[in-house]
């Protein structure tokens, strides 16, 4: 089993930036891919990025590409999303997500953060 825990979020003015943290605890594997995913109101939940343990691979949705950047942190278990000029858009609850491997599917969800982006 794996745990997820965000941390981060909070309310900010467009244009500031923010930085998400996601630690997993329990069993984790050497190939894991951790990503990011957000859902605003009334809408579905949205990949975000994803970054790949094994070779440090990222890869990003149009909508945050240039901005947003996420990366490994100095321990295995912490993956971070550096979040810059944010606009209204960028609002909703943003999840972290983990999986064993590229292929499979995305098997562990944290409970997620708020990220408020006032105009």
């Known amino acids: 089993q794996v745990q997820l825990v965000e941390s981060g979020g909070g309310l900010v003015k467009a244009g500031d930036s923010l930085r998400l943290a996601c630690e997993a605890s329990?069993?984790?594997?050497?190939?894991?891919?951790r990503g990011w995913f957000r859902q605003a109101p009334g809408k579905e939940r949205e990949f975000v990025a994803a970054f790949h343990w094994s070779n440090g691979a990222t890869s990003y949705a149009p909508s945050v590409k240039g901005r947003f950047f996420i990366s490994g942190g100095d321990y295995k278990n912490t993956v971070y999303l550096q979040m810059n000029n944010l606009t209204p858009e960028d609002t909703g609850v943003y999840y972290c997500?983990?999986?064993?491997?590229?292929?499979?599917?995305?098997?562990?969800w944290g409970q997620g953060t708020q990220v408020s982006v006032s105009s």
């Open positions: 329990g069993r984790t594997f050497i190939r894991y891919v």
């Open positions: 997500a983990h999986k064993r491997s590229s292929a499979g599917p995305w098997g562990y």
